[in-house]
């Protein structure tokens, strides 16, 4: 129910298109005054009218209802287990602890990071892509200054997962398109179909020469860069056996054609947390309290009038705090312990079953830019700016850095992976882990070899699914599970009536990004507000957590 | 020969080494505080102990060859005949005049840059490739800061010549994948040869379901952007006959692929003209003399001695200059036109024949950038952050500024022609080439037709083959015709003994590109010092200037 006690324009919210019904509820809310929805729901009005509510979790989607129903006049109260806000997205830098769950369930110091001042590496999120537009929006509304997050260049590495050798993105990528147009081209000719437009198509798609034949192309490079008195060699192709047989494509080669990885992305210059801190500072501002260091410990729902009570412990001591409404930016395998009272079967059973992924990232310091390459001494094992290097080896992937080309030091993710990869480099001590990343990047680049040159004591690494009140990476939803589908269902649907809501990327059709996140605090607003139904869609798509994390699979 | 009369090394200058000849050149020079090849030729020493060289033209070869030969301890004097430095380098701000030759000859004014303050446009080069680490190094070691230029987004759209339709570029380069792919899966599929691990690269490389065919997919955008309860469902394919129809990638939708175009790019920020100021400026600092306004009208070889006069003119006066060394960085459709006394009937040969290319631009000032949307009223028409839409419209290409992103105004390249499409517009007055320009804008973009939103008199425009001083677009090489290769060959060697050198981009395998002008005058250098052969090698690569501007054609 909305404060005022009417819910008003239900019927107009069809489903499929919250982000206009919001938008219109905005504008209708702030009278006539309105400018429409502004992409921040910063509309007028105060339909909060001082209204308790408590968030639990200062995630990208905690802060994120936390600003928009302060400034709805709500009086707000986030509530974070840790000492910073961001959940996920973290931005590691000098100095700062690491901290995961070990094998006897205690909290335990990992290390520190070392990096050198100035330098960062984003743990979680890492980029932002151009349809995005919330978050895209709340980075313009709060200054957080984006600069193009580069997903891949041609001078990128790929190590594919059957062939011990390591080729250029620029010779795989057009060697396969040239060898499949080729293969095309043969076989349309069995049958005379190899003419008109079609063949002028199929040679310029794939680089063929006039009789459809694939001879390599200066798309894969040159062999020796151009003189001024020779004409570059295009590169030799790489046999078509050799590329098919070394299953580069499922080392996840073609993730940056799939829309979510498109260009241009964005990241936030100087790292991913300044959208946190933008948030939380807006929040406030707003009139929203945060509390650090307050671990929830259990929520009661009301019985006798609508409202939560909320336990946490802070400082050793215990405290407790009741609302009207109760927004769970915490994760679901986090939720799952914490006390839970009077909450329906369904809903705990819900809670109960949903998995969260294992995925670590690890993150070098790099005390030269080896990659960029010395500048004068060209040759084409260098000039990469930015992008990703794929492997099958366990790291998955290396990132290089989109920002501050051309300096002198970087730093670089050196492992970015998933399942079975993360829990085998999860598993193992920060050092081991390190040595296992420190192979799979010299694979890539034997410059990895030099300790000087990529520091042991400067190296990172994170395993989320260890990581005290995250204990995963987002949400593994399976859309052809039935017990999936009705989990969604009914955590799209608050508890005690329209008191208890959860969000987050979790429950959201983009898990594991920041745009998710937004999306269902939106949503949550919209069910507080009365312009969303509090009962979901008899038909509801679960996500496909790996598809949408991971590219086609 | 060299200065102290030996020309040592020639012989270690083997051909398609030269890079690296100079750098061990360089190190030798320089004595025990060698410290190789710094790619800006500053190793130590001073062969040129005051020899005087004439540098005739401040383009990116003249000032490079400034900057590197008063390094060397030449004494520069650089004519310059217009009143700024850089040549094709250009970039349009507020305020600045723009001149061509009308069709009786006659220098016009013919309109003057009204951009707002802080907006500009590159009317020549725009973008740097991540492998031309000539102009990488100058920018790195003259500190001019780069920025990534984007060179496709897949938000981009295309314009086939042969539809009347607009598309997106993700539908078009994912549509197309997709559907070559299933067409090979269906003819391996008659001889049962779709199986195995081909089977599986098909599925992943064309976005197939299992059974082989194709059925759109979500790298061709969403339907609808999702929602919180609604799984994104993919945009419905284009269809293939549509698509192979349309021409499309004559629309020189490919060129992104090639070498030349790959990621990352890069451009300076505020203006490609940053890297000619840097150049003028350290030139000067190495005590190289740069003459404005000062238009050569002829060139006498020594017949005694080794040496050149060069008669200039200057604020209406007449003046002589002599120097043991000149290097000609005229562009050949100019210098063809120049009094030259005493040059070998082979080199006027060369010099009447070559032809340079006819190529326009046309820029314009957005006083909104709808392109990129209104981020809270996010439809799939928008999202547009830097990149080019391809047309079949005489404008060929519309590109989207690769910089100050989410700001409120600016400017876009409305044209960037070639050969016909360039005569066609050239011919036109400024207005009536933005009346066509427009035209295609709004083919691409409905809000071209506001003339509040995109005003005419803000718009500028360039026929670079009426460009006083420059005469065109490039050197238009065709590798297969002998008579270019005849003159390409000729060029290379200098005239009048030792004495008369010509570089630019206009004499490199890179014609149109500034790593071809710097390369160029990389080896006049290296012919000064002895270090390269003043007779070019018996067999001369033509370069291809077509594909080297526009892609695989």
Redesign the interface.
Known sequence: MSPNGKRPGTASAA?????KAL?HAMSGLSGPEAT?????VAAGGSPGNGTKVLILGAGVAGLTAAYELSTLGYQVTVLEAQDRVGGRNRTARRGDELYEIDKNNNVTHTHTCAFDDGLYLNLGPGRIP??H?RV??Y??DFRVE???Y?M????NRVRPPQAGVTWHN?RV??D?RGH??A??AE??METDAFTG??R???R??G?LDTNGKYRG??????L?????????VPAPPLSFED???S?F??ARF?QP???LW???M?QPVGGMDHIVMALAREAKRAGARIVLNAAVTGVRLGKAAPGASVTYSKDGRKFSADARYCISNIPIPVLRHLSLGDFSDPFRKAVEGVKFEETCKVGWQANRRFWEGD????D?TE?I???ISWTGHNITQLWYP?HD??SDKGTLTGAYNFQEAARTLGDRTPEKRLELAREGAIELHPEFKDKKLVPDDKGVSIAWHKVPYQLGGWAAWK?HLEDHKKAYKQL?QPEGGDTFYVTGDQ????PGWQEGAM??AH?VIQQILGFQPLT??EE????DSVALTQG?H
């Not at 489903?15 to 982000?19: K, L």
């Not at 429409?36 to 921040?40: A, L, N, S, V």
């Not at 192309?217 to 040159?222: A, D, L, M, W």
Request: aromatic share 14%; with cysteine; glycine share 10%.
């Open positions: 489903a499929g298109d919250s982000a938008r429409g929805w502004t992409g921040t151009y349809h537009r895209l929006t980075c313009r984006l600069e193009p580069v891949e260049t041609t001078a620029r990528a057009n396969t499949l147009a293969k095309l076989t349309l437009e079609l002028d198509l199929l310029v798609f680089g192309s200066t798309r894969s490079g040159y020796d860069q151009p003189e001024i008195e020779e004409w570059p590329l098919v047989n299953g494509w499922k073609y054609i799939d829309y498109q260009a241009t964005f500048l004068g001494s060209w084409d000039g700016y930015g992008g989109s080309y051309f859309p799209l429950i959201s059709p983009l999306m269902s949503y979901a869609p509801v798509a679960v996500p086609l």
